[in-house]
């Protein structure tokens, strides 16, 4: 009887995890994510389904597109430089639930006019752009199992932005200008490291309409008293025509002082004591062309 029992138990015990492996890893499509490097930028786009043949448990999902390169070139544009590198990163559906995928095959082709280019990348699924300017189709295949997935992109390959002024009223992409760098330096001489910030586009090339900052909520970056904050954007091309320190009231949002700065007073530092912990404050970029603003860029930051 005690045999009987154990056996019984033993079933049952092998078909809960049997259930708990199948709800794991029996999951749903997943997404696929570009990442480019812009400046000191991390870009992600999220490329587009086309054709999908999966099930899982949370039901079979079927799409066909007939033609890919037509579909591909529909999307939305992706703009790259020639040898530009780039990586692939898929995630779990969050609708899906369970883990993600465990030895899939990946793919990916460049197509441009009915011709394609096979895309070589690492471990990490880390390539490069070709160096030939056009406009191309990023196809990806995910392949798990007995499932597949496609996935597209518009890129167009095109030489850097080297535009340094204001030409015609108009100022480059916003996603091709470096960013300011901001770090904390906890001692003098000592290499600084990052500190937590955000880096906004506020109004670009149409500030008539749209010319209101907002001071968001930020993550405190950790300071110590006797810290200093560092905040540099001698690489930012075309250089700012005025810069503006803001300091924001924590409670509503609203600035309760501004200071200008000049351009040329890069490395801006601020000094942590006493006083300035648990502040919040706003570095307000302008790009201005007589009285006219092109573009204002914001970068936030609090101290903790």
């Known amino acids: 009887m005690d045999k009987l029992m154990k056996l019984i138990v033993g079933i049952l015990m092998i078909a809960v995890l049997t ?36 099930s899982s448990s949370s039901g079979d999902v079927e799409e066909k597109i007939d033609n890919i390169e037509e579909f591909g070139l529909s999307q939305k544009e992706i703009r790259v430089s020639p040898n530009q590198e780039a990586s692939l990163e898929f995630k779990e559906n969050e609708e899906n639930g369970g883990d993600i995928w465990t030895d899939p095959t990946i793919t990916a082709t460049l197509w441009k006019n009915g011709e394609q280019i096979d895309i070589e990348f690492n471990e990490y699924r880390e390539f490069q752009f070709p160096v030939n300017e056009g406009n191309y ?11 597949s997935a496609q996935y597209v992109g518009n890129i167009v390959i095109e030489k850097t932005n080297e535009q340094t002024k204001l030409i015609d009223g108009k100022l480059p992409e916003f996603t091709l200008m470096e960013m300011p760098t901001i770090q904390n330096v906890h001692t003098v001489g000592a290499e600084g490291v990052i500190f937590d910030n955000s880096y906004l586009e506020v109004c670009w090339n149409d500030c008539e309409d749209n010319n209101t900052s907002h001071y968001p909520d930020i993550h405190s970056g950790d300071v110590e008293i006797g810290d200093t904050i560092q905040i540099d954007w001698h690489k930012m091309k075309p250089q700012p025509t005025d810069i503006n320190l803001l300091q924001i009231n924590t409670e509503n949002y609203e600035v309760i002082d501004k200071k200008s700065e000049k351009i040329s007073n890069t490395p801006l530092e601020i000094e942590v004591n006493e006083e300035n912990i648990g502040s919040q404050y706003a570095l307000e970029f302008l ?16 101290l903790k």
Request: charged share 25%; hydrophobic share 35%.
């Open 19 to 54: 259930g708990c492996f199948g709800e794991d890893y029996d999951v749903g499509v997943p997404t696929a994510h570009l990442h480019l490097e812009i400046g000191l930028q991390n870009q992600q786009t999220q490329l587009t389904e086309a054709n999908i043949s999966w």
């Open 137 to 147: 189709v990023l196809e990806v295949k995910f392949i798990d199992s007995e499932d």
């Open 287 to 302: 790009w201005k062309e007589g009285n006219d603003i092109k573009g204002k860029s914001i970068l936030n930051f609090r």
